[in-house]
């Protein structure tokens, strides 16, 4: 790691990653919207005034997020490895699986638990949710995901490389959840690998229908869990089919 981070002033350092997440926000507003109005030129930008707040509230839990794991990373208590090597491609697959799993776990619980009301429906009261409705959650929510994302990183020393291609990669299939439209082509669920990985209609159908679909970059664990929507493969299509 630079030397200079060792020692970088924990002030400045705050607003490095409040403005680095203050680019992540944008940058999901901006790339989300670009890409709906490529594939359906009549989609409607509307954005509420609860949506900026609650997305700027997440922002700066996100910042606080990654001030603490800074603080934690300068005291020495998480560490990363950081060659150049196998391990880089290793660790992000298992942080991916490993996030993919107790995400999806603690998502399927929340749906059925009276945590539901008071917490996640904050999220799901977006039935065409847009990109922006990713930093749409209950502050318990963010919390919470941010807390589970430090636990795992405390307990297991990964490659930081790997932890960027991660975090890029969380944003990424948040942003293309919240699309409301499909920008995959339309034979990635005939190929067995591809199918595995997330589509935007995956995530579109879970906030259609909050009995289905609780993974967030992976299909694997809800097809281990039998909570695979039945007509995830004919809604991907009628939603291929719109667009043409
Ligand atoms: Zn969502
Ligand atoms: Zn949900």
């Not at 910042?63 to 794991?69: L, R, V």
């Not at 809800?222 to 991907?236: H, V």
């Given at each position: 790691m630079p030397e200079f981070l060792h020692t970088l002033p924990p002030v400045l350092a705050f607003f490095?990653?409040?403005?680095?997440?203050?680019?992540?926000?944008?940058?999901?507003?901006?790339?989300?919207?670009?890409?709906?109005?490529?594939?359906?030129?009549?989609?409607?930008?509307?954005?509420?005034?609860?949506?900026?707040?609650t997305a700027f509230i997440t922002l700066f839990i996100n910042?606080?997020?990654?001030?603490?794991?800074f603080l934690l990373w300068q005291?020495?208590?998480?560490?990363?490895?950081?060659?150049?090597?196998?391990?880089?491609?290793l660790d992000f697959?298992?942080?991916?699986?490993?996030?993919?799993?107790?995400?999806?776990?603690l998502h399927l619980i929340i749906h059925h638990s009276v945590f539901y009301k008071p917490v996640h429906a904050f999220h799901h009261v977006y039935e065409k949710p847009s990109p922006i409705d990713l930093f749409v959650l209950s502050p318990f929510e963010a919390f919470a995901f941010g807390v589970l994302w430090l636990i795992l990183i405390f307990f297991y020393t990964c490659n930081i490389y790997a932890?960027?291609?991660?975090?890029?990669?969380?944003?990424?299939?948040g942003m293309l959840g919240h699309l409301s439209i499909e920008p995959f082509p339309r034979y990635w669920l005939r190929i067995p690998g591809?199918?595995?990985?997330?589509?935007?209609?995956?995530?579109?159908?879970?906030?259609?229908n909050g009995n289905y679909n609780f993974g967030f970059y992976t299909t694997i664990?809800?097809?281990?869990?039998?909570?695979?929507?039945?007509?995830?493969?004919?809604?991907?299509?009628?939603?291929?089919e719109k667009q043409t």
């Open positions: 490095i990653f409040l403005a680095e997440n203050m680019l992540i926000v944008s940058g999901v507003i901006g790339l989300g919207y670009f890409i709906q109005k490529r594939i359906d030129k009549n989609a409607v930008f509307f954005i509420s005034t609860k949506e900026y707040v910042t606080w997020i990654t001030f603490a794991g005291g020495g208590f998480i560490r990363f490895t950081t060659d150049f090597s196998f391990r880089i491609l697959f298992i942080l991916l699986l490993v996030m993919d799993l107790v995400m999806y776990v932890v960027i291609a991660y975090l890029v990669t969380n944003v990424v299939f591809l199918k595995l990985i997330c589509t935007s209609t995956f995530h579109y159908i879970h906030h259609q664990w809800d097809r281990i869990g039998n909570t695979l929507a039945p007509d995830y493969k004919e809604q991907f299509l009628k939603n291929k």
